[in-house]
């Protein structure tokens, strides 16, 4: 394949119209919305209509025709501005409507693919559980056969897009039987919001993505017809790990928005900011922390690029994924803290928006997989594990 990722007309047209909303829409609105923890329904809509939603979909579903390289350009013009507006995009698409899309009956697709792609509704992953962690394995929540329905019991936590007013369903993986050896089938079923017996906590309490809606969920004795079944029988635990290869290349992309966003922030602080009569963009010291900043985003964003570009044209890419999101949130880490020491004192307030990044950077070194959950992909992929 070849190694030119610069982009073809199309793709750097999207750039641009998202490039402009994230500063013209978004900038102006989300730093209040922020510090009140509250979710951003309008910038939503305004990203439903743009078709954001629907980008890698096709449009017989609403979508617009578009690829994962389209959905991650977009991802990291967002993520410049602001992660609580990029990672609902990402979960929505990449979490809520790809497993859809992927796995799902034609029905299940006419059903729910177009209020997905247009942003009328959210949809939600629920995989990870309070006692399980990186172990997606670990699932212990049910789902029970009885009559024409599934049975589901169970708990998830950390989910993402979970509890919002226009969440419309949940994918849950549940254990629906036992293999031979012992071991847990895993299923993925659909569970519509409102069904009786499903639970939504209060949103938690978190350091950062403070508009970004993700909460605890609980099922008791949730009942959804079997035809609510996603893909084949016990084919569940195969399924999220492929749809955790792709969300591992665009959360790569939200975290090369953030890292390149504190470049951004940055220079401009510093050719803005007097010390001793001068700007401290003219100490060199600045200006090696601000090259090894726009260095580290730029390596980012050949990774999760290739990454795509491997996806898009039907290559192997469960490595390169990894490698993207290992690295790229790692550049976002490393940015963020020294965006911050840039600023000085005023990185320190919250009415800066490197303040913002640094509250947002961690997490992407921990959800969709750590960087310890990287490393041990890495590591297989070059021949060593199980």
């Given at each position: 394949?070849?190694?030119?990722?610069?982009?073809?007309?199309?793709?750097?047209?999207?750039?641009?119209?998202v490039?402009?909303?994230?500063?013209?829409?978004?900038?102006?609105?989300?730093g209040?919305?922020?510090?009140?923890?509250?979710?951003?329904?309008?910038?939503?809509?305004?990203?439903?209509a743009?078709?954001?939603?629907?980008?890698?979909?096709?449009?017989?579903?609403?979508?617009?025709?578009?690829?994962?390289?389209?959905?991650?350009?977009?991802?990291?013009?967002?993520?410049?501005?602001d992660?609580?507006?990029?990672?609902?995009?990402?979960?929505?698409?990449?979490?809520?409507?790809?497993?859809?899309y992927?796995?799902?009956?034609e029905?299940?697709?006419?059903q729910?693919?177009?209020k997905?792609?247009?942003?009328?509704?959210?949809?939600?992953?629920?995989?990870t559980e309070?006692?399980?962690?990186?172990?997606?394995?670990?699932t212990?929540?049910?789902?029970?056969?009885?009559?024409?329905?599934?049975v589901?019991?169970?708990?998830?936590?950390?989910?993402?897009?979970?509890?919002?007013?226009i969440?419309?369903?949940?994918?849950?993986?549940?254990?629906?039987g036992?293999?031979?050896?012992?071991?847990?089938?895993?299923?993925?079923?659909?569970?519509?919001?409102?069904?009786p017996?499903?639970?939504?906590?209060?949103?938690?309490?978190?350091?950062?993505?403070n508009?970004?809606d993700?909460?605890?969920?609980?099922?008791?004795?949730?009942?959804?017809?079997?035809?609510?079944?996603?893909?084949?029988?016990?084919?569940?635990?195969?399924?999220?790990?492929r749809?955790?290869d792709?969300?591992?290349?665009?959360?790569?992309?939200l975290?090369?928005?953030?890292?390149?966003g504190?470049?951004d922030?940055?220079?401009?602080?510093?050719k803005?900011r007097q010390?001793?009569?001068?700007p401290?963009?003219?100490?060199?010291?600045i200006?090696?922390?601000?090259?090894?900043?726009?260095?580290?985003?730029?390596?980012?964003?050949?990774?999760?690029?290739?990454?795509?570009?491997?996806?898009?044209?039907?290559?192997?890419?469960?490595?390169?994924?990894?490698?993207?999101?290992?690295?790229?949130?790692?550049v976002?880490?490393?940015?963020?803290?020294?965006?911050?020491?840039?600023?000085?004192?005023?990185?320190?307030?919250?009415?800066?928006p490197?303040?913002?990044m640094?509250?947002?950077?961690?997490?992407?070194e921990?959800?969709?997989?750590?960087?310890?959950?990287?490393?041990?992909?890495?590591?297989?992929?070059?021949?060593?594990?199980?």
């Open positions: 394949m070849s190694l030119d990722h610069r982009l073809s007309p199309e793709h750097e047209e999207l750039r641009r119209t490039e402009a909303f994230a500063h013209d829409v978004v900038a102006p609105k989300i209040d919305l922020y510090e009140r923890h509250e979710f951003p329904y309008e910038i939503v809509r305004e990203m439903g743009m078709g954001l939603f629907g980008l890698p979909f096709p449009e017989e579903f609403g979508g617009m025709g578009g690829d994962y390289l389209a959905l991650g350009i977009a991802l990291e013009e967002l993520a410049r501005v992660s609580s507006v990029a990672i609902t995009l990402e979960a929505g698409v990449s979490l809520g409507a790809m497993p859809l992927l796995f799902g009956t029905e299940q697709k006419q729910w693919l177009p997905l792609c247009s942003g009328e509704m959210l949809g939600a992953f629920g995989l309070p006692g399980a962690g990186s172990d997606a394995g670990g212990r929540t049910t789902a029970v056969k009885d009559g024409d329905e599934w589901i019991n169970g708990s998830k936590c950390f989910i993402t897009n979970s509890g919002t007013d969440t419309g369903l949940v994918t849950v993986t549940a254990v629906t036992r293999k031979a050896d012992g071991r847990p089938e895993i299923s993925s079923i659909i569970v519509p919001s409102g069904t017996g499903f639970t939504v906590a209060a949103p938690y309490s978190k350091v950062g993505w508009s970004s993700t909460r605890e969920l609980a099922f008791d004795n949730v009942r959804v017809p079997l035809a609510n079944l996603v893909g084949a029988e016990g084919r569940g635990y195969a399924q999220f790990l749809i955790l792709e969300g591992r290349i665009a959360i790569a992309a975290a090369t928005g953030l890292a390149q504190c470049v922030e940055s220079v401009k602080y510093a803005e010390a001793f009569g001068r401290i963009g003219d100490n060199q010291s200006q090696f922390k601000l090259a090894d900043m726009e260095m580290r985003a730029h390596m980012a964003r050949l990774g999760w690029r290739d990454a795509a570009s491997r996806l898009v044209h039907g290559e192997p890419f469960k490595k390169e994924a990894a490698l993207a999101k290992l690295y790229s949130s790692t976002a880490v490393d940015n963020a803290r020294e965006a911050t020491q840039i600023h000085g004192g005023y990185g320190f307030m919250n009415e800066y490197v303040a913002r640094w509250r947002d950077s961690k997490i992407l921990i959800g969709e997989g750590t960087s310890e959950v990287q490393r041990m992909l890495i590591a297989r992929e070059l021949g060593f594990g199980a």
